[in-house]
């Protein structure tokens, strides 16, 4: 269902077409909940409902599997992403799944945030009738660990819901322990099915699940590095770079928005480092491990960044009291600024009367985790290769140089070799499937880069929508990355628009969301003409800065209120015409 389009001169006030979009956008999810119903739903098996939120899409996929797995069982199994689905349907819903991943500092994923909102509020219905049970998705190297999934668990059971099984909480290395709760959770539904309704249910009008990649996290892609290219200028205060990977031998396919994931090794001059500052040799044995010191150091340990772990041990040895009551009173803002610069090695080297024995530091490290980067290719136009674009870290701090795990590994490290990688797909984060709608990027600094695959997309297909790009990064001379291709595609009809905010070019810093106000017209006429809104980069500032010029654009331009203007975001959002990739 298209939702309908509200003219300028119709007889209502700017608060009432900000209503009416977003009874409309209510409208299409009953219809989608309906016809789900009406199609993917075998009367005679027992029915549960698996919701998804979902920032990379890691959900999304356990999601899915579970539901086929359900199916498989008889148990009929209806999946959906959690703006899908308005909390006044939860009361027709006896058995609820629900897989969630954190994101931020404790924050609901983007896909999932208008539903929770509508759930902690005081109107929120009853459960009493429903059984539930959730996968939380998160890394312990965040202090709000799986909070997302710890929040749904917690109000679930305040609405009067029974839990079917108990949470479980995932870290970064989540197979396992997600292959556990879908267990747990199959043999539990076994107990409340049907008599007779043992038979597979098919997934009436669900589209053909695509197949998997066999190159996951435990079995990577050896792809040759075949590009290493400086981006930024001499005089830039920064390092971006352009790598090309080559995946023609059998490597992982993509599609423009998703990540390829780098696994790294540890920078061997900071291996070299803790092994003096260890006193031990690189083949000295580690109780309980099998591989040597050195091995454990330089591939299978996080090293660099100082666990929440690792610090409150440090805190609980030191005789820094500033510390110790950082960790006491649980100040983030204190915490991120007192670390700011530290890797764990300056930890122990700042309080040198903090003791440890190898294998208790052994077990504060956790385990060498990839990065993961957003695509800036289209496999349209470069099927054999995967492109990213990524800012070396690289500075110097008490006394020592420090730089980026994965970073500094494919700048320095790689030296034409190859890399091991795998693909994550991100379907929340698409090019529109409609190739004439107006496609508005904002993407500064690295966070061109899935809009450099998008433009690709757009260009291979002959998409006629309108593409306009906001960029901007600090110096236009320096840090212009990419000017050659976008004044290429600019010439050749593909960007229709180009607008640039350099932040020091100029005594009054600009910003990306600068250029979006003094654009605020034809920004919001391009929402009106059904224009999806991306946003990539930062998301602790930038991110959040320019939401806030988006509503403000919004209620300037339709003349409506700031509740108003909410509204109409939302409804943005609701359409999945709002979508973020940040980090």
């Known amino acids: 269902m298209k939702l309908p389009f509200i003219p300028d001169d119709a007889p209502f006030s700017a608060d009432q077409k900000s209503w009416l979009a977003g009874f409309y956008a209510g409208l299409h999810t009953q219809m989608l909940q309906g016809q789900k119903a009406s199609t993917d739903e075998d009367k005679s098996a027992l029915t549960a409902h698996i919701l998804y939120g979902t920032q990379t899409g890691n959900s999304e996929g356990l999601a899915e599997d579970l539901g086929a797995a359900m199916r498989s069982e008889g148990i009929n199994a209806i999946v959906a992403s959690l703006d899908e689905i308005e909390v006044e349907a939860l009361p027709n819903m006896d058995y609820v799944l629900l897989i969630t991943s954190t994101y931020g500092e404790g924050e609901m994923p983007d896909n999932a ?15 009493e009738h429903m059984h539930f049970s959730i996968l939380a998705l998160g890394d312990t190297a965040y202090d709000d660990f799986c909070e997302a ?28 322990d997600a292959e556990g709760w879908t267990g747990s959770v199959l043999l539990e539904l076994a107990k409340h099915k049907p008599a007779g309704s043992d038979a597979p249910v098919p997934a009436a009008g669900a589209s053909p699940k695509p197949q998997k990649s066999k190159w996951t996290r435990k079995n990577p892609f050896e792809a040759p590095v075949v590009t290493n290219r400086l981006l930024s200028a001499d005089g830039s205060a920064k390092e971006i770079r352009h790598y090309e990977f080559d995946v023609s031998n059998d490597g992982p396919g993509y599609e423009a928005g998703d990540a390829l994931n780098v696994i790294p090794t540890n920078d061997p001059a900071l291996v070299g480092a803790w092994m003096e500052y260890l006193g031990a040799s690189g083949d000295t044995a580690v109780k309980g491990k099998d591989e040597s010191l050195e091995e454990l150091l330089f591939s299978q340990l996080e090293i660099s960044t100082p666990n929440p772990e690792f610090v409150k041990a440090v805190a609980a040895r030191s005789k820094d009291e500033h510390l110790s009551h950082i960790v006491e009173i649980g100040d983030k803002d204190a915490m991120e600024a007192y670390l700011w610069s530290k890797d764990a090695l300056d930890l122990l080297l700042l309080h040198p009367e903090v003791k440890f024995s190898l294998e208790e530091l052994m077990d504060l490290f956790k385990p060498l985790q990839h990065r993961a980067y957003s695509i800036s290719s289209s496999a349209k136009m470069h099927p054999e290769s995967i492109h990213l674009t990524i800012a070396s870290v690289r500075y110097d701090s008490h006394g020592r140089k420090h730089g980026g795990v994965a970073s500094t590994f494919l700048a320095d490290r790689v030296n034409g070799g190859s890399a091991k990688v795998f693909v994550s797909p991100n379907k929340s984060f698409r090019v529109p499937e409609n190739n004439d709608v107006p496609m508005i990027m904002v993407g500064p600094g690295t966070g061109i880069a899935p809009f450099r695959a998008f433009l690709q997309e757009r260009q291979a297909v002959g998409a006629k929508g309108h593409n306009w790009l906001f960029f901007g990064d600090q110096h236009e001379k320096f840090d212009f990355i990419y000017k050659d291709e976008l004044s290429a595609l600019t010439d050749a009809g593909v960007l229709h628009r180009l607008d640039l905010a350099f932040s020091r ?24 003409e059904g224009g999806y809104f991306y946003v990539c980069g930062d998301a602790s500032r930038m991110a959040k800065d320019v939401d806030r010029a988006l509503h403000q654009v919004i209620a300037d331009q339709a003349g409506l209120s700031d509740d108003g203007a909410t509204d109409y975001v939302n409804a943005l959002k609701k359409d999945k015409r709002y979508v973020r990739d940040v980090y």
Request: glycine share 4%; aromatic share 10%.
């Open 149 to 176: 999934g710890k929040q749904f668990d917690l109000r679930f059971e305040q609405l009067g819901a029974k839990r079917l099984v108990p949470r479980v909480d995932c870290d970064v290395d989540f197979e396992e």
């Open 505 to 528: 070019d100029q005594a009054e810093k600009i910003y990306v969301q600068t250029r979006m106000k003094e654009h605020g017209k034809d920004l919001y006429a391009a929402l009106e």
């Open 113 to 127: 945030e208008l539903f929770w909102d509508e759930l902690k509020a005081s109107t929120a219905p009853r459960l």
